[in-house]
């Protein structure tokens, strides 16, 4: 149990870094990979909370919200190069 304790402290600590880097980063991509490494470290969060608690239910939450933040990170990523969610053709242009 002091185990998961210690895992858990070092998971926030982790988190508190990242939000530092968030809101100080000095270019959108260090922004973009705050939020990508911010949302894995929920998912460890969530699993390490569910293991603690006994809730296998966590698990569930967590696999949700990695497929969210995955999805998430790739629309955000496509919308900065392309200036839209559209579909791109090869001449650039959404359509």
């Known amino acids: 149990m002091a185990m998961l304790l210690a895992i858990t402290a070092a998971l926030f600590v982790a988190v508190l870094l990242v939000l530092i880097r968030l809101f100080a980063g000095p270019t959108l991509y260090d922004r973009v ?17 569910g293991f603690v608690t006994e809730r296998p239910d966590f698990l569930d939450i967590a696999m949700l919200y990695a497929l969210i933040n995955f999805v998430s990170t790739i629309a955000i990523l496509k919308f900065f190069r392309y200036r839209a969610l559209g579909r791109a053709t090869a001449s650039g242009e959404d359509v």
């Not at 490494?37 to 969530?46: I, K, S």
């Open 33 to 49: 990979l705050a939020v990508n490494t911010f949302g894995t470290l929920t998912v460890l969060l969530l699993s390490a909370l």
